[in-house]
């Protein structure tokens, strides 16, 4: 332990029992000692947190009365930690042995970015390494060709950062799910960037808590709209706004999608855009913090965003070629994104 900072990894957790075991075990049995586990229980109906503190009393729990959504339970979560070090964990991953060992190894390295490592999913077969902006860049790459050495952002399933940097810059609380891209993007923006360890990975489940529900239609709706909306300079999101509606909100995968979920689904998706373009005075504050703190040009912006599409091809030709995986055609649909949570 001697010359470890500490770290704190925080799980948020609602309803995940059939989940928690198994991250919970991962996480207790990192080879990193120097680890300090605390469980935001977002007003779970199960039996989640008298499991955990029957079988886990070492874990800190944090119980809330009402679930605030994950962007705000690891902002309340990072104020209490001890941990020089901050891992933020969705309740359905497993971490292999070394993880934490290796990404606090890569962060002392330099504490002015955010470290994760290879997504698997819940067969160990690869999906990605980190997360491109799932919006507007894949189609700019077909006619900008720029080749990236790095992801856009960081999934918040599984990604170290230092306490520091993370109360500097927290999650967007009004965002309620998928905060994952505004919070990326704002890092980028103040030059905080994003680094892969790509020989090493972790598994996912993927929405393995969040049901596809109205709720979650609605945010879904919301959130690239408001994404853009408050890191965009204002012209830059003007031109770019007929583009983000014809590449997502009216993609015949996006509607099918929907539709095959369930109409109502697709209703309150709608209703979620539409909700932001009658409520956009909200995020007005927002919007005027990341534009007056920015450092970097919507140009340099657009550059990585690019730049992350051909990184991610590269990754996952790396990662398969590495690992003599034969999966197939693993892309995500461009106009759905990385819906990661």
């Known amino acids: 332990m001697s010359g ?124 990605k390494s980190g997360c491109i902006e799932p919006w507007i860049s894949p189609f700019l790459s077909k006619f900008i060709k720029i080749k990236g050495d790095t992801t856009f952002f960081s999934t918040t399933a599984c990604c170290l950062i230092s306490k520091k940097l993370l109360l500097e810059n927290p999650l967007n609380e009004k965002l309620f799910l998928y905060e994952d891209t505004e919070w990326g993007w704002r890092l980028q923006l103040k030059q905080i960037k994003t680094k892969i360890l790509p020989d090493i990975g972790f598994i996912h489940k993927g929405q393995g808590t969040v049901s596809k529900s109205k709720r979650l239609a609605f945010v879904l709706g919301r959130v690239p709209i408001a994404t853009q909306f408050i890191c965009f300079r204002f012209l830059t999101f003007l031109a770019f706004l007929p583009l983000t509606i014809i590449r997502y909100y009216l993609s015949p995968i996006t509607v099918l999608r929907y539709l095959k979920n369930s109409p109502i689904c697709l209703f309150y998706f709608y209703k979620g855009f539409l909700g932001f373009l009658v409520n956009f005075y909200r995020y007005l504050p927002e919007r005027k913090k990341v534009q007056a703190e920015r450092k970097a040009g919507d140009s340099q912006i657009l550059k990585i965003m690019i730049g992350s599409i051909y990184y991610k091809k590269q990754a996952k030709k790396e990662w398969l070629g590495r690992n003599q995986i034969q999966r197939g055609n693993i892309d995500e649909p461009e106009t759905v994104g990385c819906l990661s949570n």
């Open 4 to 127: 470890e900072k500490k770290v704190s990894a925080i799980v948020v957790n609602w309803n995940g029992m059939e989940f928690l075991p198994t991250c919970l075990d991962s996480i207790f049995k990192q080879t990193y000692k120097n680890l300090e586990v605390i469980v935001v229980d977002c007003a779970s109906k199960d039996e989640s947190v008298s499991w955990t503190t029957k079988n886990y009393p070492k874990a800190k729990i944090i119980f809330l009365q009402k679930d605030p959504g994950p962007p705000a339970a690891i902002n309340l979560a990072a104020r209490q930690a001890e941990g020089d070090y901050i891992l933020i964990l969705n309740n359905d991953v497993i971490l292999p042995e070394d993880l934490v060992s290796r990404l606090a190894k890569e962060m002392k390295k330099d504490e002015n970015c955010v470290v994760t490592a290879a997504e698997l999913d819940w067969e160990r077969r690869y999906v």
